[in-house]
């Protein structure tokens, strides 16, 4: 599914105009990106988080050569689904 499915099926949910749920799920996006670019995390209870966790400097290989290759230290994106979610989804 991607973003416009996704703004099709909410608004089909919620008797709303797709560009309205488009505004609200722009707005949202934008809020967690926010939230991401300060260090911060999103929690939605019962479905997950979103968080931005500092990745330590490393060296790596290139896969084609073999060669070392020094990456340095970044923050990533990551997100952690609730307990809930993960039985959801594995049927349980």
Same mark, same amino acid.
């Given at each position: 599914?991607?973003?416009? *499915?996704l703004?099709?099926?909410? %608004?089909k /949910?919620?008797?709303?105009?797709?560009?309205? #749920?488009? +505004? $609200?799920?722009?707005?949202?996006? *934008?809020?967690?990106t926010?939230?991401?670019? %300060?260090g911060?995390?999103? @929690?939605?209870r019962? !479905?997950?988080k !979103?968080?931005?966790? +500092?990745?330590?400097?490393?060296t790596?290989? @290139? =896969?084609? #050569?073999? *060669?070392?290759? *020094? $990456?340095?230290?970044?923050?990533?994106?990551? !997100?952690? =689904? %609730?307990?809930?979610? /993960?039985?959801?989804v @594995?049927?349980?």
């Amino acid at each position: 599914m991607d973003k416009s *499915e996704l703004v099709k099926a909410v %608004a089909k /949910k919620n008797t709303v105009s797709s560009v309205d #749920t488009q +505004k $609200v799920l722009d707005s949202l996006l *934008e809020v967690i990106t926010e939230e991401m670019i %300060a260090g911060g995390e999103v @929690n939605f209870r019962g !479905f997950g988080k !979103f968080m931005s966790v +500092k990745q330590a400097a490393r060296t790596a290989r @290139n =896969p084609k #050569t073999g *060669e070392a290759v *020094e $990456v340095s230290a970044k923050q990533v994106m990551r !997100f952690k =689904p %609730a307990l809930v979610q /993960k039985r959801l989804v @594995n049927g349980e």
